[in-house]
Every structure is written in structure tokens, then in C-alpha cells.
């Protein structure tokens, strides 16, 4: 029987089989080649930390509202983006056929059963490896955009995981002459280096992380700060950093009290914009009807087939499925030793 990843309870992964049921007309399967995790969100809901357990977002009011009763969110599905082969297809199905390789927001499992509008078809030009990194991608060219980042400027990128490095290698496409990046973990910030990162910080390595940013640009701050980490005080720092009527983009989605987080200082004095909402799955965006979320798909892709963009290294580590579970252990206690989780089902 086929086998799939599943969060039991907060830090409890598990493999466990299950029964393929047969295809509706619309649908096809897929068998699973490689699939990758989105660290930071996933952190969240692995270590029980989700706000969705006691509140809901109200899609009509925008706002999050207090649950009746606590949520159920376990068994859930973990992984991010899955590329595969489809093995079989519907008697309605349109747009595949056998043999295609596909790709999509599918979890780790050895085999899918999906509407065939779940999934895309995988541009021969894009590898594998390339497929299940389009989500940081589409995620860092939305913060890129949302920031303005312009030629000639400045920028901040705190936390170099996935998204960080994509925007790394975009903020340097827009024209950027300076890119920092911050990041504690020295793999991460090699990486950075390697993508085009101009000079990078360990944040507990230097005394005043802003003040050595400032000393780097005539005392005047950044133009743009991307805050990719997802911890208030890289944010407090982000802020900081940032110059007079600049331009800050928290990315992260926060969760817990705001410790270290200070707008009585430089928030407060220093006149700048926090842009918030550099979430693909927000929509309409400012920039709607123009942009949209195919335009950011669309974008990406072609980035990818021009080699703009480069994965090298990015995947880190690679394990067998079977592997899996210590996998996340890593993730979770051992963040120096990962950059983005991937799966082979070899």
C-alpha cells in the first residue's frame, strides 16, 4: 500500500498507509518524484503554535475571530510543493495524459489522486529540483515587488532560508547595488554570498547589527528591508536599519507575543512605510488588475527558464522518504544543518 506523511499531534510526525480510491472522471494520479516543505510556516503548525487552533479568518470582515470551540487540526498532511508522473487519468480529463510530469501544491505522499486542475504541467526547460522551489520563489518576488526595489538602492534581507535567497538573486535582478543579508546560520549565509549577497551579518556576531548596517551606507540606512525570518526582533532590527522614509516588508507570518519589538524608538521617529500583505494568496494586489497571482506564477517560470534564478544548493538536505521523520526532527532542533527540506521516492 502507498504511504504519506501526517502530523498527529504538535512535534508527532508519522508515515502511514492508505487505500488509493478510484478515479472520478475529472481526475488523475500521480506518482510522486520529488517533493519539498516550506520551513517557516510549516515550524508553525508543527510546533502547535498556529493561531488557527482557537481563532478563525474571517474572509468577509478580514479579521481573525475567536473560535466556539478549539479547533481539530490534526491528522495534517505536512509538505509543500510535489513534482510527479501521472500514471493514470479520468474518462473527462482534458488537459493530461500518462507520462506527463506535473507539479503542485500536493503534501509528501507517495501517490496523488487530484481534479486535474489541481496541478500544472511541468515546463520541460524547469528541473525538478527548480519545480518545487516555484513557491519561494513566487513568494520573494512578491516581497521584491511590494518593496519597490528600485536601481540603485539599498537593501536588507534578515533570514536567508528559501525565500530569503530567492530574493537575494531578485533584489540584484531589480538593480540593487548593495544586498545585505542576515542570517545566524553560516550555511545560509554562504549560500547568500554565492547568490549575489554583496556583505552578510551573523546578527549575534556583531554588537549593533543597524549601526554596522548604517556604517555601510554613509549612516543613512537602507532604502528596503525585507523581514523573511519571521522573528520580532529581526523586525525591531529591520526597522532600525532602515533609513529615513524608507521601506520595510515583514514576509513572515509571526506568531506569539511580539517580544523584542520596540515601536516607541525608531518606528516612531523615522517617518517609514511597513508593507505589509507580501502573501500570494492575498488578493486582489495593489498592483491587481495588472498583476495578479498567474502574472506571478507566469513571472517566476520565465525567471527560471532565463537561469536568472538559480536553486543550487538551496535543497538541503535531500532524504529518501523513508527518512522522513528524523528529517523534520532536523528541521526542528538542528535548523543549522538544513537550508529547504526535499524528498526522493525512489
Given at each position: 500500500?502507498?504511504?504519506?506523511?501526517?502530523?498527529?499531534?504538535?512535534?508527532?510526525?508519522?508515515?502511514?498507509?492508505?487505500?488509493?480510491?478510484?478515479?472520478?472522471?475529472?481526475?488523475?494520479?500521480?506518482?510522486?518524484?520529488?517533493?519539498?516543505?516550506?520551513?517557516?510556516?510549516?515550524?508553525?503548525?508543527?510546533?502547535?503554535?498556529?493561531?488557527?487552533?482557537?481563532?478563525?479568518?474571517?474572509?468577509?470582515?478580514?479579521?481573525?475571530?475567536?473560535?466556539?470551540?478549539?479547533?481539530?487540526?490534526?491528522?495534517?498532511?505536512?509538505?509543500?510543493?510535489?513534482?510527479?508522473?501521472?500514471?493514470?487519468?479520468?474518462?473527462?480529463?482534458?488537459?493530461?495524459?500518462?507520462?506527463?510530469?506535473?507539479?503542485?501544491?500536493?503534501?509528501?505522499?507517495?501517490?496523488?489522486?487530484?481534479?486535474?486542475?489541481?496541478?500544472?504541467?511541468?515546463?520541460?526547460?524547469?528541473?525538478?529540483?527548480?519545480?518545487?522551489?516555484?513557491?519561494?520563489?513566487?513568494?520573494?518576488?512578491?516581497?521584491?515587488?511590494?518593496?519597490?526595489?528600485?536601481?540603485?538602492?539599498?537593501?536588507?534581507?534578515?533570514?536567508?532560508?528559501?525565500?530569503?535567497?530567492?530574493?537575494?538573486?531578485?533584489?540584484?535582478?531589480?538593480?540593487?547595488?548593495?544586498?545585505?543579508?542576515?542570517?545566524?546560520?553560516?550555511?545560509?549565509?554562504?549560500?547568500?554570498?554565492?547568490?549575489?549577497?554583496?556583505?552578510?551579518?551573523?546578527?549575534?556576531?556583531?554588537?549593533?547589527?543597524?549601526?554596522?548596517?548604517?556604517?555601510?551606507?554613509?549612516?543613512?540606512?537602507?532604502?528596503?528591508?525585507?523581514?523573511?525570518?519571521?522573528?520580532?526582533?529581526?523586525?525591531?532590527?529591520?526597522?532600525?536599519?532602515?533609513?529615513?522614509?524608507?521601506?520595510?516588508?515583514?514576509?513572515?507570518?509571526?506568531?506569539?507575543?511580539?517580544?523584542?519589538?520596540?515601536?516607541?524608538?525608531?518606528?516612531?521617529?523615522?517617518?517609514?512605510?511597513?508593507?505589509?500583505?507580501?502573501?500570494?494568496?492575498?488578493?486582489?494586489?495593489?498592483?491587481?488588475?495588472?498583476?495578479d497571482r498567474r502574472r506571478v506564477y507566469d513571472t517566476v517560470i520565465e525567471l527560471f527558464k532565463r537561469k536568472k534564478l538559480t536553486v543550487k544548493g538551496l535543497l538541503h538536505p535531500i532524504v529518501k522518504f523513508d527518512?522522513?521523520?528524523?528529517?523534520?526532527?532536523?528541521?526542528?532542533?538542528?535548523?543549522?544543518?538544513?537550508?529547504?527540506?526535499?524528498?526522493?521516492?525512489?
Amino acid at each position: 500500500m502507498p504511504r504519506e506523511l501526517v502530523l498527529v499531534a504538535p512535534r508527532k510526525p508519522m508515515i502511514r498507509e492508505y487505500e488509493e480510491r478510484p478515479l472520478r472522471p475529472n481526475e488523475i494520479r500521480i506518482k510522486s518524484i520529488l517533493s519539498a516543505e516550506k520551513h517557516g510556516t510549516t515550524m508553525v503548525l508543527y510546533r502547535g503554535l498556529s493561531p488557527f487552533a482557537e481563532k478563525y479568518y474571517d474572509p468577509k470582515l478580514n479579521l481573525f475571530v475567536k473560535r466556539k470551540e478549539k479547533a481539530k487540526l490534526y491528522p495534517m498532511p505536512l509538505g509543500n510543493m510535489t513534482v510527479g508522473i501521472v500514471v493514470e487519468v479520468g474518462s473527462d480529463v482534458k488537459k493530461f495524459k500518462v507520462g506527463d510530469r506535473v507539479y503542485g501544491y500536493l503534501p509528501i505522499r507517495e501517490t496523488h489522486t487530484v481534479p486535474e486542475d489541481r496541478v500544472w504541467l511541468a515546463p520541460p526547460e524547469l528541473s525538478d529540483e527548480e519545480l518545487v522551489c516555484i513557491d519561494p520563489a513566487v513568494v520573494a518576488l512578491m516581497a521584491v515587488r511590494e518593496g519597490n526595489i528600485r536601481l540603485g538602492e539599498r537593501v536588507a534581507i534578515f533570514g536567508l532560508g528559501a525565500i530569503g535567497l530567492m530574493a537575494v538573486q531578485m533584489a540584484k535582478l531589480s538593480g540593487a547595488i548593495l544586498v545585505i543579508g542576515i542570517d545566524p546560520l553560516k550555511n545560509r549565509r554562504k549560500l547568500a554570498e554565492e547568490y549575489g549577497a554583496d556583505v552578510t551579518f551573523n546578527p549575534y556576531e556583531v554588537e549593533d547589527l543597524a549601526l554596522e548596517i548604517r556604517k555601510l551606507t554613509n549612516g543613512k540606512g537602507v532604502d528596503v528591508s525585507l523581514e523573511i525570518s519571521g522573528s520580532y526582533k529581526a523586525l525591531h532590527e529591520a526597522i532600525r536599519a532602515t533609513c529615513y522614509g524608507g521601506r520595510i516588508v515583514p514576509v513572515s507570518w509571526y506568531h506569539g507575543e511580539a517580544k523584542g519589538l520596540f515601536l516607541g524608538e525608531e518606528f516612531h521617529f523615522n517617518r517609514q512605510v511597513i508593507i505589509s500583505g507580501a502573501r500570494v494568496e492575498s488578493e486582489p494586489y495593489r498592483e491587481y488588475p495588472l498583476w495578479d497571482r498567474r502574472r506571478v506564477y507566469d513571472t517566476v517560470i520565465e525567471l527560471f527558464k532565463r537561469k536568472k534564478l538559480t536553486v543550487k544548493g538551496l535543497l538541503h538536505p535531500i532524504v529518501k522518504f523513508d527518512e522522513v521523520i528524523e528529517a523534520y526532527k532536523l528541521i526542528d532542533e538542528h535548523p543549522e544543518k538544513v537550508v529547504k527540506l526535499g524528498v526522493r521516492y525512489d
